[in-house]
């Protein structure tokens, strides 16, 4: 139910203007309130109601009370505040929010908030802040999409010198923030003509958004190194029947690789077996079985498009276009859901607007693909039931996207995200384990690991399968005291490294309570890992698995909490451990 304070806030707000008196007798209400919870409605009644503006005059009395509620036992009542701060262009307000932004130490989730506050605001002084967090791979994600709403001449150099390190999703990221503006978009061809990015990691959503600008040289590159422009309704019918002839020629797809292709291309935006974006319709309940419906679906997605489904186009007065679907609407802005992000575009800022004639799902996606992959797709896509998903030859691939479990399975009850971390709590009465649905054979993977207390037990599950009653059956990299950097099969044989009668001794390189680096590599029947650089475990063993999926335990026993960030997972890697000092 909403409470008074609350309505009242949301009504003041959305009356107000740009400051008005509205909002200024609700200032004189909170300055005579020491009621934290009705502080709290009001402050959020009024961040509401301003949803949408990027600036609104500060109105009287504000700076006297912000001071006041800055200094709150409510940590909500200060965060609000702070925010609706930078809001009113308070030039203290906005230095704080980016010095927390800015700090590697500061906690993640509220390093998340801020920028979210500061990108809403427009902040005129956070692209330097965003450019230096391209390094900082907790941000990195959040600081390449918030770049796409700043101008800014380096911002194009500085994504293109690190993209060749970044995971997957945070190259699709890159490839939407530099397709987003012309000049950007102009660097980008240059990095596609010079090979600097591999023309098979560019989407044909890519493409499309190239061809909006109507650049001659970007067309040129278009017609000659992608093929796409094709519009009539002969040639599409032609590359269905030409893609049915050799689909039908040839034997079925390995539907496990099918979906792994399927999550590198699809997932963003299409729901299947209940995994998957929403920008799109969920496609589970689909005529899959049928190949004709699917090609024509694929090559000729703008044949029928459904009216929630239909895009639309806006650019910016600062030169920025996106493509996306309407999600919510009101007086103060648009929220339109693209293919990586959600975006509340405030109104006073839409140049121009139109709605797209062709589905947002863009022509030429199999032209990105080799026919193996077009095969292995399909027979994911025809599949009644679901799938292991299986690794494609890639140097890196992400595992974990730092916003949910997707492509995780384990209880909601003991595992969740928090700040771009996956977090397992409990005192459980048998181990609760969170696997991922691919499997791996050769890796190299390097993740954060905070475990509270140390006295709990944890660690990673490597080419492991789940079992019956919610175990797991494999190696084991273990976590807590007495068993850090140990090598532990579960449900199997024990202990594997050290073995019986030799000393070792992992907690002495662990920082208690806090974060530790953890690098396990596993090559053939070799298994290495380091704890914060140090040299843990060294087995060769011939009856270890050589296959399996990833894991992370919670162990049955007292109250514990274990955090897991910053995952790398390279596959058939070299040997040789990275983080050893």
Not at 163 to 188: G, I, P
Not at 477 to 501: H, I, N, T
Not at 509 to 516: A, E, I, L, R
Request: with cysteine; net charge neutral; proline share 5%.
């Amino acid at each position: 139910m909403m409470t008074l304070a609350l309505a009242l806030g949301l009504w003041a707000s959305a009356q107000a203007g740009d400051g008005g008196d509205n909002l200024s007798a609700l200032v004189q209400i909170l300055k005579s309130s020491d009621d934290a919870d009705f502080q709290l409605d009001i402050l959020k009644g009024i961040r509401d109601g301003l949803k949408g503006r990027t600036t609104v005059k500060m109105p009287q009395g504000w700076e006297e009370v912000s001071t006041r509620l800055a200094k709150s036992s409510n940590p909500d009542v200060r965060a609000i505040a702070q925010a609706l701060s930078t809001t009113f262009g308070d030039p203290k307000a906005l230095k704080a929010m980016r010095d927390l932004v800015a700090d590697p130490k500061g906690e993640l989730a509220a390093r998340k908030s801020a920028l979210e506050t500061l990108l809403g605001a427009r902040d005129a002084g956070l692209p330097p802040v965003l450019q230096v967090l391209l390094k900082d791979p907790g941000m990195r994600a959040d600081a390449i999409r918030g770049l796409g709403t700043y101008e800014d001449p380096k911002t194009p150099e500085l994504l293109l010198e690190v993209y060749s390190t970044l995971e997957t999703a945070e190259k699709r990221d890159v490839l939407n923030t530099l397709v987003a503006r012309l000049s950007y978009a102009r660097h980008l061809l240059g990095a596609l003509k010079n090979k600097i990015i591999p023309r098979t990691e560019v989407t044909a959503a890519t493409i499309r958004q190239l061809h909006e600008y109507k650049d001659p040289e970007m067309d040129k590159w278009i017609d000659a190194e992608w093929g796409m422009m094709r519009t009539s309704p002969e040639a599409k019918l032609k590359e269905i029947a030409d893609w049915k002839k050799f689909l039908q020629s040839q034997p079925k797809g390995d539907p496990s690789k099918g979906r792994a292709l399927f999550s590198k291309t699809c997932q963003q935006c299409h729901t299947l077996f209940d995994t998957g974006g929403k920008v799109g319709p969920e496609i589970t309940g689909a005529n899959r079985s049928d190949l004709h419906y699917l090609l024509e679906n694929i090559i000729d997605p703008s044949a029928v498009v459904a009216k929630d489904y239909m895009a639309v186009i806006i650019r910016t007065k600062n030169g920025r276009i996106v493509t996306g679907i309407i999600k919510a609407e009101d007086g103060n802005a648009i929220t339109l859901a693209t293919e990586n992000d959600l975006l509340v575009i405030p109104k006073p800022e839409i140049d121009a607007m139109k709605q797209s004639e062709i589905s947002m799902m863009p022509e030429g996606q199999l032209n990105t693909m080799s026919k193996d992959d077009v095969r292995h797709l399909i027979a994911y896509l025809m599949s009644p039931v679901q799938v292991p998903m299986g690794a494609l030859p890639q140097t890196t691939v992400q595992i974990f996207n730092g916003k949910d479990l997707t492509d995780w399975e384990g209880d909601p009850a003991v595992w969740s995200v928090e700040g771009g971390e996956i977090v397992g709590k409990g005192a459980l009465k048998r181990n609760s384990f969170l696997f991922h649905t691919k499997e791996y054979s050769d890796f190299r993977l390097t993740a954060e690991i905070k475990l509270v207390p140390n006295g709990g037990n944890s660690g990673f599950q490597i080419r492991s399968v789940p079992i019956e009653r919610g175990e797991a059956r494999g190696p084991q990299a273990d976590v807590g005291a007495g068993w850090w950097g140990k090598l532990y099969e579960e449900s199997a044989r024990g202990v594997l490294y050290p073995a019986k009668g030799q000393e070792f001794d992992g907690d002495k390189f662990v920082n208690k309570d806090d974060w530790n680096v953890y690098e396990i590599v596993a090559v053939g029947p070799r298994i290495r890992t380091a704890i914060n650089g140090h040299l843990c475990t060294d087995l060769d063993d011939p009856k270890v698995s050589l296959k399996g999926r990833f894991g992370l335990q919670v162990h049955s026993g007292g109250m514990m909490e274990v955090r897991f960030r910053n995952f790398k997972l390279e596959l058939n890697p070299a040997f040789e451990l990275k983080t050893l000092k």
